[in-house]
Each structure stands twice: as C-alpha cells, then as structure tokens.
C-alpha cells in the first residue's frame, strides 16, 4: 500500500475520525476547516450515516464516509426533486490509503474492531492520537498496529452532546498530547510539531504538558469523578456548580482515592487538581451531560468498567482503599443490567 501524499511539506491534509459520536463529530467539524476528513466506517453504519447523515451545531458536517472495503459516500444531506423524493448519496469505490492523521474516539469496548477499521488507513507516517477515555488505549493501538507514530492524547473541557445523529456542542475545550517515551525518536518530535500546527490552523486550543502520562492520569481522575457521579445521578455539569454541595463533595472523595492510587505508582497528582476540576467543569454548559451520564439516560452501555472498575482493581493490587470509586462503579452497574434486552449500541462517544 503505497503512502499518500498527502503530507509531503509536512502539513496534515487528511484526516480520519473512528468513532463519530459527540467527541469525533465536534472535531470533525474543526478539522474540516483544514482537511478532507473521512469517517472510518464498517458497512452497517456506512448506509446508516448514508440515509440520515450526522449534524453538527445544526449544520451538515462536511465529511466522506469510508469503509475498509474500499466503498465511500459524501456526509451531506440526501437530496431530494421537485416532488420531494429523496435521494441518497451513492455510495462509490475507492482505495483505502494512509492518511496525514488518525483519530480514535470510540468506546473503550469498541478498540479492539475500531483498530481493524482504522488498519489501512495507518502508514508509517500517519499520526495516531486517541481521544478515549481511560489511560490504555494508545499502547494498545501502537502494539496492534504496530507502526504509524502514535501520541499520548486527552481531551478535556469539551461539553458536546449528541441526539440520535444530531451534536452540539458550546466548547471544543482542548487537546494535550506528548510522546509515548521520555526519549522521542525524530519521527515523534515531527509528528509534535505537525499536530501543533494542524490543531491550531483548525482553532483548536492544545497543551504540551512535560509529563504527559501524569496529564493522562488527571484526567482519569476527573472522569472518575465527574462522570460516575453524574452517571449515577443522571445529572448535567450544572450539578457540581456549588464547590461545596453533595455532589461535588462526592466527585472529590472519588478524585482522591485516585489521587491515592496514582501516588502509590510513583505519579504524583496534586490535591490541587481537584479545585483546577471544579474550575473547568465551571466554563462549561450547566446544562450538557457528561458522556456517560448521557449513556446512563440512552441505556446505552458505559464505560464504568475504565473508570471504577479500573481503581478498584488497581487499588487493590496497591492495598489502596477505594470504597467511594467501587460503590459508584457498582451502582453503574446494576443499573446497566437493568436494561438487558432494551439496549442501545453505539461505537460513538
């Protein structure tokens, strides 16, 4: 499979989304304004977003739906005649290449076929970032694929929601992304300033952190915290307006015992974080949901498994105690096996 051109100065021209929910669509969005983006799809969804294609802020999201096999159709409305009948896009051939850049944004129980739709669309010089949640999926992807330059990335300060395949969204929030070693090869240091580059051109705010496993870790902690919460009270980001209510009182308890097991692995996770938390749920809409309470109200499954279910291990590997994470995480459970045969599937966030 010989590799695209489409970076031959360096600049990043192509890019593709798995995983088109609220997060990959929000971002396909932006990156539109700078790429051709293509939805990586299997064929089930592919005539899926054919018949009713994805908006955004209420507009078309100005995307090509594409799939492994090589078949691809326009992500624009359908159209329709003078009578009114409609017509959808036709969906047409075209040869799976490496593309400038990859995006992962998929449920965490959805990696493992997200990283055999994404395969031919990885060359040597693509650039891998992940977008999910949980602190993994980036060491998966690179042992999976196992070449392609892959980043450490996060997500954070994002309120997009989707409805059926409408999104909106307020803020793009920002991304932070750095190397998978302290030591970064020529390649990686180029794909730094490539991705630096591409996300600004795009206006999308993004960070360096120096220790980007550490930025990761807070991240879990903020999701350990706001997510569960708000799943188990299906309740917006409005919920933990009052620093000192119950429910920001419980986020933080959660935070902590985060904030524990981290240190007992030798990263160090400031107490402090939990206070930078509160401050940036606080520039989000009150209004908007988490991305697991939005799943807890679709009966859609969550991804409580990468949050409680992960601290409640690890702090039992560590002798850390973790009742606040391991009560939550039981409750998102039992109530997601109250759905059984009444859910939903979605490979989105």
């Known amino acids: 499979m010989a590799e695209t051109e489409e970076r031959d100065d360096?600049?990043?021209?192509?890019v593709g989304i798995v995983g088109f929910g609220a997060i990959g669509a929000a971002f396909a969005s932006r990156f539109s304004r700078r790429a051709r983006v293509s939805?990586?799809?299997?064929?089930?969804?592919?005539?899926?977003?054919?018949?009713?294609?994805?908006?955004?802020?209420?507009?078309?999201?100005?995307?090509?739906?594409?799939?492994?096999?090589?078949?691809?159709?326009?992500?624009?409305?359908?159209?329709?005649d003078d009578a009114g009948t409609s017509t959808p896009h036709q969906a047409v051939p075209r040869a799976a290449a490496p593309l400038g850049l990859v995006l992962f944004s998929v449920k965490a129980a959805q990696l493992d076929q997200a990283i055999e739709l994404a395969r031919p669309f990885i060359g040597q010089h693509t650039i891998v970032i992940s977008l999910m949640n949980?602190?993994?999926?980036?060491?998966?992807?690179?042992?999976?694929?196992?070449?392609?330059?892959?980043l450490l990335s996060t997500s954070m300060a994002i309120d997009a929601t989707r409805d059926g395949?409408?999104?909106?969204?307020?803020?793009?929030?920002?991304?932070?992304?750095?190397?998978?070693?302290?030591?970064?090869?020529?390649?990686?240091?180029?794909?730094?300033?490539?991705?630096?580059?591409?996300?600004?051109?795009?206006?999308?705010?993004?960070?360096t952190p120096p220790d980007m496993r550490r930025a990761m870790w807070w991240k879990f902690m903020v999701n350990c915290g706001a997510n569960q919460v708000s799943a188990v009270l299906g309740a917006p980001y409005g919920v933990f307006a009052d620093p000192k209510g119950p429910a920001a009182t419980l986020m933080a308890d959660a935070q902590r015992e985060v904030i524990a097991v981290a240190a007992s692995l030798g990263i160090e996770l400031p107490e402090d974080g939990i206070a930078q938390c509160q401050r940036d749920i606080a520039t989000l809409d009150?209004?908007?949901?988490?991305?697991?309470?939005?799943?807890?109200?679709?009966?859609?499954p969550t991804e409580a498994d990468i949050f409680g279910g992960e601290i409640t291990e690890l702090g039992r590997e560590r002798h850390v105690p973790t009742p606040v994470n391991t009560t939550l995480w039981r409750i998102i459970k039992a109530?997601?096996?109250?759905?059984?045969?009444?859910r939903k599937d979605d490979n989105g966030k």
């Open 165 to 207: 395949r409408h999104v909106t969204f307020s803020t793009i929030g920002y991304v932070s992304y750095g190397t998978m070693t302290d030591d970064p090869s020529p390649e990686e240091s180029d794909a730094m300033t490539e991705l630096s580059t591409f996300l600004a051109s795009c206006g999308i705010p993004h960070r």
């Open 286 to 300: 009150p209004t908007k949901y988490t991305s697991m309470a939005q799943d807890m109200l679709h009966h859609r």
């Open 134 to 150: 949980g602190i993994h999926s980036e060491q998966r992807i690179r042992d999976s694929i196992g070449h392609g330059r892959v």
């Open 39 to 80: 939805v990586i799809v299997d064929g089930d969804r592919l005539d899926r977003y054919r018949r009713e294609p994805t908006t955004v802020n209420g507009g078309p999201c100005d995307v090509t739906y594409v799939s492994p096999t090589g078949i691809s159709t326009t992500g624009v409305p359908e159209t329709h």
């Open 10 to 14: 360096g600049m990043i021209r192509t």
């Open 335 to 342: 109530r997601e096996g109250m759905w059984d045969g009444n």
